[in-house]
């Protein structure tokens, strides 16, 4: 699963060929969560408030980047790295 971005101990992730709806993964101390384009967590926990409040903040800046990517991912193209937070 490709790493798209790395900030503040968290990593994002997406899979090629991955399920409906568009997704990626976030990891942050051994807990992971799957976040939609809007960032809501669609399943699992990064058990740390401040973890997700970034991964939110980071989807807010890169959302046409991450449609791009997932649109790449569908087709088997190569995935972008996305800029982490700043």
Not at 39 to 63: F, M, P
Request: proline share 6%.
């Amino acid at each position: 699963m490709p790493e798209i971005s790395r900030f503040f101990g968290i990593i994002i992730r997406m899979f090629y060929d991955d399920h409906n709806p568009p997704h990626f993964h976030a990891e942050y101390q051994g807990n992971s969560a799957l976040f939609d384009f809007q960032g809501n967590i669609l399943k699992g926990d990064l058990c740390s408030k401040t973890a997700t409040k970034l991964v939110r903040e980071w989807t807010d800046l890169h959302i046409g980047e991450l449609v791009a990517d997932w649109d790449a991912a569908k087709q088997d193209a190569e995935i972008q790295k996305i800029q982490p937070l700043p």
